[in-house]
């Protein structure tokens, strides 16, 4: 999944995140308004409910103090006349039976002067009533039992009221207030009693405006009933104990405790309305004045307040759970659109993505599941060739290219059914037919239930990156001249080629072949001959080889040829190496025109038969080389293989290689001179020839070491010292009147008279030793004048001029033209000792002899045999007018010392 798509599904998850938290908190902040408002409103009313019960109780504490007070105005009065009676009672004296007509008179008086008043009487100390306001009073009442009386004449009270008390004569309720009276000695003498009708209080309360559902009543201290208005009507008569009304245990306490007035909130028996009581004593009187208003009236307008509140607050709660829901739901809308625009969003970057990841650089084909092909993007049209219309609808198959079989493309089909994957490197046809390779994978996709649906095959031309491989590969293991195999491929075939000689017990052949003279051909026709010459050499070379066998290029004019597992005989082997090396050799030999020239070339050949894995692949190369080296040292184009004698020659030629440079180094040189001399016997001259004083293996030839100074390239440094030598050595003998007419003649190597420098070297040789020059005899060879002849006559010429004289060396083995030998500034031709040894036993020799000193003579040159070893040949010579010899016969080459000590003898 790409970034854009993650960014995309972070903001899609993070939206619905912040819309579910505004949800939240919006319905959080719905609740806690609507808490705040029931709270509000509970406490609103709450508050209000409190104010009017707080109003109510004020209102009926008024009310019930107005009762009290009247209340206990009756008692005042009543009280008042008692008083007043007892004061009489006091000064007259106790009624008589006598006078108790007219105390009744006066009681009547006193009853009229006090309404609420119903009788009065006077009880006397035995509890007899002696006298009474009433008409029709009794005298034999006796209340000498009852708690009232015995309660003044224990001196407990002095005044008292009772509760109601049913009159059994009156057949109703009376409230008594008593009073005590003294005798003339302060004991006891008697009570007076007023006795009150309940119906005074009713009728006064009756007076008073109540309001609805407000009642007043007054009770006894036994929670009867005295008065109530309104009227309890007849169910509730008057002195019927209201049990609900008794004090509860609280009232009682509170009535103990002294506390005169209190709330309280009961249900009337009466009329079954619930009330709040203000209930308030009547002085001490028993009596309780109760105030009572109806809690169902008091609460009617709070509890429509409260309705409507309630309203109101259900209202503003459906209003406000309306507005929730509404934003709710606008915010559901804007959150829906905003998910949708996320998603629209998401699509469209993942749209982008898949057309993106699409048009990429690798080919994408889709198919459905038959393998029909739905779409292919740009980079598959570009790659295969195809547009859209050679494609789409047609089926995959029908692009298969043929490159593969029918198994390959079931085996993928296969993989792919059973993996639901494929990848692998495929050849497919491009609309031009080209083939072409490529990377391709294929993945089946299958819908959630699991069927497939499509095949998404994604394919890179890899058509560069193997032809680059390829290359790279060719680079890295083929000569890029000659298309062969390069060293390090050869190495390889051949490490191979060991491991299975050995594992099938056979044997091999190993040839390195080497142009003979590569380097003139390349120097004098020039290099894109050079190269021409070597590609030619390859594809002849080729055309000789088997496809088993391996030919190289190692080195610039360098070829091997490995040939495998020919045979388990090693002389079979043999013989068939043998048999392609000569096929090689005359391939070479056939000519090729280069640079416009036709030229034939010639090549040496080293062989060595591979037998084993006992040998190394190095082991190998190294015997091969030397076979080669073998086969240039036999003079070229020849074969030779190798055989351990060779290598043990070629060890110790490596060791005398070593041992040069150390002589070079330490001037292990030393002059001989060998004498010649002239038909007297005279000695005319020496020829100064190099012995190599070796530290362990004595004094060495110069045929051993000179070829191989030339091969080392230090003929040009030891051939100096040479002919500084020689000339020190003339330089001396100048001086010496016996020895200056002596002359020597100093060998000059082809190479080094070839060398650039050789004139340069020499003249400063020449000034170094002041030498006499016309004594000095430089001996070149024929074959200096093989190459750059004109070059080499130029140099002689030089010398020449400056008085140097010129010898002829080893003539007669060479092929030179007589008339080019016209042109040189020759002194002298010098008979070589192959001619001069054999010249009485050969015609041959004798007429090679006989000519060259004709020759001499006939180019006017001195003439002079060498190898003189009898006084035959000797003889011989003198009688064909040679009269200057060299040899054994008149002395070995020996040092200065001895040929000074000859010349002194002579
Ligand atoms: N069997 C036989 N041999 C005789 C007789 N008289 C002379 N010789 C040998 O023949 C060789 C003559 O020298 P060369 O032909 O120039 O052949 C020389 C010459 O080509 C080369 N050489 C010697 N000294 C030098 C040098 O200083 N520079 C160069 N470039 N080549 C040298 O080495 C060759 C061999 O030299 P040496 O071994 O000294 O061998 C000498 C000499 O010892 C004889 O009667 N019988």
Not at 173 to 195: K, S, W
Request: proline letters at 3%.
């Amino acid at each position: 999944m790409s970034v854009t798509s993650i960014d995309a599904n972070d903001d899609v998850l993070k939206a619905k995140h912040k819309y579910r938290q505004q949800r939240r908190y919006v319905v959080a902040l719905y609740l806690l308004a609507l808490f705040a408002m029931v709270v509000l409103f509970g406490w609103l009313m709450s508050e209000q409910y409190e104010q009017e019960i707080t109003a109510a109780e004020s209102r009926i504490t008024a009310r019930s103090n107005v009762v009290n007070e009247w209340a206990k105005g009756v008692f005042a009065q009543s009280g008042q006349a008692l008083f007043g009676l007892a004061e009489l009672l006091a000064l007259q004296g106790m009624p008589e039976a006598g006078n108790a007509q007219a105390l009744h008179r006066s009681l009547e008086n006193l009853t009229l002067y006090i309404p609420m008043v119903d009788e009065i009487a006077v009880l006397g100390s035995e509890g007899r009533m002696l006298a009474s306001g009433s008409d029709d009073y009794n005298a034999n009442v006796d209340i000498s039992e009852t708690q009232f009386f015995n309660a003044f004449k224990q001196g407990r009270q002095r005044e008292l009221v009772t509760p109601l008390y049913w009159s059994e004569s009156e057949q109703q309720f009376y409230l008594y207030h008593g009073r005590g009276l003294d005798g003339p000695n302060g004991d006891f003498a008697g009570v007076v009693i007023a006795r009150i009708v309940p119906r005074v209080f009713a009728d006064a309360l009756h007076q008073m405006h109540v309001y609805e559902g407000e009642s007043i009543a007054l009770i006894d201290s036994e929670s009867k009933l005295i008065a109530r208005h309104p009227s309890p009507g007849e169910q509730f008569p008057i002195g019927l104990n209201i049990a609900s009304t008794q004090p509860s245990q609280d009232e009682a306490r509170k009535l103990e405790s002294g506390e005169t007035a209190w709330s309280l909130r009961a249900v009337s028996p009466i009329d079954g309305r619930e009330r709040l009581f203000r209930m308030q004593r009547v002085g001490d009187y028993p009596m309780l004045a109760i105030v009572g208003v109806d809690l169902q009236q008091l609460l009617a307008g709070w509890r429509q307040r409260a309705l409507v509140l309630t309203l109101v607050m259900c209202a503003l709660a459906l209003l406000g759970a309306w507005g929730v829901r509404h934003y709710l739901n606008r915010l559901a809308l804007a959150h829906q659109l905003q998910q949708r625009i996320l998603e629209r969003e998401q699509a469209r970057a993942e749209a982008q993505i898949s057309a993106a990841a699409f048009q990429t650089h690798l080919g994408i084909l889709i198919t459905d599941a038959e393998g029909f092909i739905l779409k292919v993007n740009d980079t598959f049209k570009r790659i295969t060739g195809y547009d859209d219309a050679d494609v789409i609808g047609k089926n995959l198959r029908k692009f298969s290219s043929d490159h593969h079989n029918t198994l390959f493309y079931r085996r993928l089909w296969k993989r792919l059914v059973k993996t639901g994957n494929w990848e692998g490197e495929i050849w497919n046809q491009r609309k031009n037919g080209e083939l072409f390779p490529e990377w391709l994978t294929v993945s089946a996709v299958y819908n959630p239930s699991n069927v497939l649906t499509h095949y998404v095959a994604t394919m890179s031309d890899i058509s560069e990156r193997k032809a680059a491989e390829q290359e790279i590969h060719q680079l890295a293991f083929y000569d890029p001249l000659t298309g062969l195999a390069n060293r390090r491929l050869f190495m390889d075939r051949m490490g191979a080629a060991i491991k299975e000689l050995h594992r099938h017990q056979r044997c091999g052949a190993l040839l390195f072949v080497d142009i003979d003279n590569f380097k003139q051909i390349n120097d004098t026709l020039g290099h894109y001959a050079g190269d021409q010459l070597l590609q030619s050499v390859a594809r002849r070379m080729s055309q000789m080889l088997r496809d088993t066998d391996t030919l190289a290029r190692l080195g610039s004019d360098e070829f091997a040829v490995l040939i495998e597992g020919v045979d388990s005989s090693h002389a079979q082997t043999i013989q068939l190496a043998e048999r392609i090396a000569y096929k090689l050799l005359a391939t070479l030999n056939t000519p090729i025109v280069l640079a416009e020239e036709s030229v034939i070339v010639s090549g040496s050949i080293g062989v060595t038969i591979m037998v084993s894995n006992e040998h190394s692949v190095d082991d190998y190369l190294q015997q091969v080389d030397m076979a080669l080296f073998q086969a240039k040292s036999n003079g070229r184009h020849g074969v030779c293989f190798f055989d351990p004698t060779m290598q043990a020659a070629l060890l110790a030629h490596v060791k005398l290689e070593a041992d040069l440079r150390q002589a070079q180094e330490n001037r292990q040189w030393i002059l001989y001179y060998q004498p010649q001399v002239d038909h007297l016997g005279t000695i005319t001259g020496v020829e100064a020839l190099l012995r190599w004083q070796h530290p362990e293996r004595g004094m060495v030839s110069p045929g051993e070491f000179i070829p191989l100074l030339e091969s080392m390239e230090l003929i040009n440094d030891v051939g100096e010292w040479v002919l500084e030598s020689a000339c020190c050595q003339l330089a001396r003998w100048a001086q010496n009147p016996l020895l200056r007419e002596l002359t020597i003649s100093v060998n000059i190597s082809p190479l080094q008279f070839r060398d650039e420098d050789f004139l340069s070297r020499v003249e400063r040789v020449f000034a170094r030793t002041q030498v006499p020059l016309y004594r000095l005899k430089l001996e070149v060879t024929e074959s200096l004048f093989v190459e750059a002849r004109d070059e080499a006559r130029e140099k002689m010429l030089a010398l020449k001029a400056q008085g140097v004289r010129f010898a002829l060396d080893d003539f007669g083995t060479g092929y030179s033209s007589l008339a080019y030998l016209a042109q040189l500034p020759l002194d002298q031709l010098k008979i070589d000792q192959s001619f001069v040894h054999q010249v009485l036993e050969s015609q041959a020799n004798a007429a090679i002899v006989e000519s060259t000193i004709a020759l001499a003579k006939s180019l006017n040159l001195e003439v002079i045999a060498e190898g003189v070893e009898t006084e035959a040949q000797q003889a011989w010579l003198l009688s064909h007018g040679c009269h200057a010899y060299q040899g054994y016969l008149f002395g070995r080459p020996v040092t200065v010392e001895a040929i000074e000590e000859l010349m002194s003898v002579h």
